[in-house]
């Protein structure tokens, strides 16, 4: 049963107000709940996944280094292990989502930093590939994140589908080998997918906040050349088809998991001024600068590549948000900011 490799702690989780107001209301199983373990599930992207997981009537199981923060941000209402090894042959698994990793956008990527950007991958990709190979039942899906860096950094305006080969660089093989070891599941019957996941963007963490802020402080303006492409999604999109893909449970392969209308950089940095209502200044910081300062990194703000969605767009899946003017307005209009909840929290 899961109680047996409960964290501890989480007998003395209490249902209180978290310091950023979040609360976890008590949500019971739907008829048709599954049993979703995830990974990297107290970041910026898994706990707003977990809330929703909840919410909709799932068991979760939440993998974390630390237990003391997994306890605090979701008390009884997951499952907390912090040693994949510790989990019962007999458990029930029926989805993994494995989001696990180290921010590419840490710092530059260093010989050390590369090694220990590919360990937080590989690393528990590894570990949940052994448990799905020692679990009496196997788990029927697995939603690996990917990034589209697979597709490297293009000067071109070709739009980029799944069929599309690697590109070149660091990300690109960072993503690669990320997908491959996670496809190691398929031997055991696991239908896997990667998700190319795109920028993310919302009010209260990711990438937007620090694009936003100087053109909050009236010193706005454009990276590069401004022509680059930029691909993107809406945070709530991105949840949304996480949940798409789990109940999809024979999709595998890879899933652009991008907003529909990539744009160039100079209209997000052009849309995310007139969202603030600020000016924009008509400078731009060069490209080359950028490259001196911070090596290969600086691929991540100068270069770029035109992502398209062509396969959820195949099946039928819907975004909230298409355009980059309703994703900002959104992210950074009066409900910017907000902490995901769970219904009935007031």
């Known amino acids: 049963m899961l109680h047996t490799f409960f964290d501890p702690f989480a007998a003395f989780a ?44 799932d068991h ?134 990667a998700l190319r996941i795109g920028v993310v963007l919302a009010g209260d963490g990711g990438a937007l906040p620090p694009l936003a802020r100087p053109v909050r402080w009236f010193a706005g303006t454009t990276l590069g050349s401004g022509q680059q492409w930029f691909s993107w999604i809406h945070i709530d999109d991105l949840l949304r088809v996480v949940l798409f893909a789990l109940d999809q449970e024979l999709l595998a392969g890879p899933l652009n998991a991008t907003a529909p209308q990539p744009v160039r950089h100079a209209e997000l940095m052009t849309t995310i001024a007139a969202t603030l209502r600020r000016p924009l200044w008509p400078v731009s910081i ?26 959820l767009r195949a099946l039928g899946f819907e975004f909230r948000y298409p355009t980059i003017e309703a994703a900002l307005e959104q992210a950074l209009g009066g409900r910017a900011g907000a902490a995901e909840r769970l219904s009935g929290v007031p």
């Not at 209180?16 to 976890?24: E, F, I, V, Y």
């Not at 008829?31 to 997981?53: P, Q």
């Not at 597709?151 to 997908?179: I, N, T, V």
């Not at 490259?291 to 396969?311: I, K, N, S, T």
């Open 14 to 57: 209490a249902d209180k107000p978290r310091s950023d107001g979040l609360t976890m209301a008590r949500v019971t199983g739907r008829d048709n709940a599954r049993c979703v373990l995830v990974t990297g599930a107290t970041g910026f992207i898994g706990a707003k996944l977990v809330c929703r997981l909840v919410e909709r009537g």
């Open 60 to 193: 979760v199981i939440v993998y974390a280094r630390s237990a003391a923060k997994a306890v605090n941000r979701f008390g009884r209402h997951a499952a907390i292990v912090t040693d994949l090894a510790a989990i019962p042959v007999a458990t029930r698994i029926d989805a993994i989502v494995n989001l696990a990793g180290e921010s590419i956008a840490g710092g530059p990527w260093t010989r050390r930093r590369r090694q220990r950007l590919l360990a937080s991958r590989l690393g528990v990709t590894n570990e949940l590939v052994e448990l799905v190979a020692r679990l009496a039942a196997k788990p029927k899906t697995w939603i690996n994140a990917s990034a589209v860096g697979y597709y490297g950094a293009r000067a071109g305006d070709e739009p980029l589908h799944e069929k599309q080969p690697r590109g070149s660089g660091f990300q690109a093989e960072l993503c690669q080998r990320w997908e491959e070891a996670a496809a190691r599941a398929a031997a055991y019957g696991v239908k896997v997918a």
């Open 286 to 311: 060069p490209a080359s600068m950028l490259r001196r300062g911070m090596g290969e990194l600086a691929e991540l703000f100068v270069d770029g590549q035109r992502v398209v969605p062509d396969r």
